[in-house]
């Protein structure tokens, strides 16, 4: 079975600086890799995905995200942050399969002015 | 629009009650999926279907039943037996070979 890890809880970063938040996943074969937004009493909204091809994903709202086998990660990466972007963040894995979606913990994003 | 719809947006159950979450969309997606939401824990699998009048168990199945008789709809029952409901429940739909999209949530509370 599958699993996500999102080693950092919460991550608190400047309106204009850098973001990147760290997934790690375990499965056996090459995975289906998602990350997820969540605003507070919200659904989840598709930030990006990979499936196949290009390591480098490119997704909505400016972020990236770069699929790394041979350290299991999947990154979420924003060059810069705007306020709008405090949230939390979810990444996922599915078996090529079944689609079924296993998900890490969850990251919780504060940007301050 | 299309969309996932998710009725209602708040409900709240008495001890021993049974009560049932909406999901319905016009996607025309033929895979639905039932999660439940609790703080620090991610998302977690109750139910999901891949196909009219067919559904499987997730990881957290008990207490909780599903039926699929319509492809548009997906409501859970939340039964007596989940001694723990209180939550946020969030429905999703799939199309072929693309990610899941998902509802705006109901959230449940016990009185």
């Known amino acids: 079975a599958q699993s996500v890890t999102q080693p950092d809880i919460h991550i608190t970063v400047s309106e204009g600086a850098s973001l990147e938040l760290r997934c790690n996943y375990s499965?056996?074969?090459?995975?289906?890799l998602f990350w997820y937004v969540q605003s507070p009493g919200q659904g989840l909204q598709l930030l990006l995905k990979y499936f196949s091809g290009d390591t480098l994903v490119q997704g909505i709202k400016g972020f990236e995200a770069e699929f790394k086998r041979s350290q299991s990660s999947f990154n979420l990466r924003k060059p810069s942050v705007h306020w709008s972007d405090a949230a939390e963040y979810f990444c996922?894995?599915?078996?090529?399969?079944?689609?079924?979606?296993?998900f890490g913990a969850g990251t919780t994003v504060t940007v301050r002015a | 629009d299309g969309g996932i719809t998710q009725s209602p947006k708040y409900l709240f159950r008495k001890e021993g009650q049974n009560v049932t979450l909406s999901c319905e969309q016009n996607l025309n997606h033929d895979a639905m999926y039932w999660y439940r939401q609790d703080p620090g824990q991610g998302l977690r699998l109750i139910y999901y279907s891949q196909i009219v009048n067919d559904f499987q168990k997730g990881d957290i199945a008990e207490g909780y039943s599903v039926s699929r008789e319509k492809k548009e709809s997906f409501p859970l029952t939340v039964t007596s037996a989940q001694k723990n409901p209180t939550a946020f429940y969030l429905c999703?739909?799939?199309?072929?070979?693309?990610?899941?999209?998902f509802g705006d949530g109901t959230r449940l509370s016990i009185l």
């Open positions: 999703a739909s799939r199309g072929s070979n693309q990610p899941q999209h």
């Open positions: 996922a894995v599915a078996a090529f399969n079944d689609y079924k979606l296993s």
């Open positions: 499965y056996g074969a090459t995975p289906y």
